[in-house]
């Protein structure tokens, strides 16, 4: 299988305080490695570093076989197009200024789509999201939660990245509309084979949507590998205390 995505050692200390440690992992091509611990386990800290959008202390971070700290000018403007954020607050991804179709349309002038493209992607683009194709018009406060998240979702495929890292992309939802917004990109994953790295707060949430899975326990990890088999049997008293208190996606 291919790594699209990887972590060697990898720490980040702010003001002496160690926030990430050694840590590790693979990512493979079409695949999803859930990240869970609870708040101030590092898990925003290790998305922003693989996003190049904090440096680390020490270990290195590959995209598609390639150091990522070392990319400058045009590589790096791949690399960065190649690897997409869908945040938590899907208002950090939209602009509020712009409809959705204008929001879809700025991606695809910086892409340098041609124009008489721009109509047949937005009405694919809406569809893979399973929103009905008259969103373009609205705007973003019209939208409830789960419908921007998706158009924020819809903005990060755009241009047909290898990774999504979704960073409590559906912690924000309700637990109805979450599991279907879990639907959504694994549905989307089978299409296109994106890989994601989805960072959650909540083991159901992981439990769900990860073929695999890494424990982080403020910074460290504390077990990673299969999700069935991780969850299934869990190592650690940590992962152990986390599935104890998880709960259902669907159920409120
Ligand atoms: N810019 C920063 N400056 C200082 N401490 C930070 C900063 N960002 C995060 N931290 C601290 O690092 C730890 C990990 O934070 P974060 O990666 O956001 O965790 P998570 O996403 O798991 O909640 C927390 O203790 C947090 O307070
Ligand atoms: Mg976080």
Redesign the pocket.
């Known amino acids: 299988m291919t790594v699209v995505l990887s972590a060697h050692g990898v720490r980040k200390t702010?003001?002496g305080?160690t926030?990430?440690d050694d840590c590790s992992f693979e990512l493979h091509a079409g695949r999803t490695l859930g990240v869970v611990?609870?708040?101030?386990?590092?898990?925003?800290?290790?998305g922003r570093i693989v996003m190049r959008l904090l440096q680390p202390d020490a270990g290195t971070v590959e995209l598609g076989g390639t150091d990522l700290f070392g990319l400058r000018a045009t590589p790096l403007r791949t690399a960065r197009r190649r690897i997409q954020l869908v945040p938590q607050d899907p208002r950090h991804a939209l602009n509020p200024a712009m409809t959705v179709g204008d929001n879809l349309r700025f991606q695809f002038a910086a892409q340098r789509l041609p124009r008489a493209t721009w109509t047949a992607r937005t009405n694919e683009l809406l569809d893979q999201v399973a929103l009905t194709r008259d969103y373009v018009h609205a705007w973003p406060y019209e939208l409830s939660g789960g419908q921007a998240q998706r158009i924020a979702i819809a903005r990060a495929i755009a241009g047909r990245p290898d990774v999504l890292v979704c960073d409590e992309a559906v912690s924000a939802l309700d637990k109805s509309v979450q599991a279907q917004v879990l639907n959504t990109f694994a549905d989307l994953q089978k299409e296109m084979g994106v890989a994601l790295l989805f960072?959650s707060?909540d083991l159901a949430v992981i439990d769900h949507i990860s073929d695999d899975v890494l424990v982080?326990n403020r910074?460290i990890t504390v077990e990673s590998g299969r999700t069935r088999d991780v969850l299934g049997d869990p190592q650690d008293a940590y992962t152990r205390e986390l599935l104890a208190a998880r709960s259902v996606v669907g159920v409120p």
């Open positions: 702010y003001s305080f926030a990430l611990g609870e708040s101030g386990s590092g898990k925003s800290t290790l960072i707060h982080l910074g």
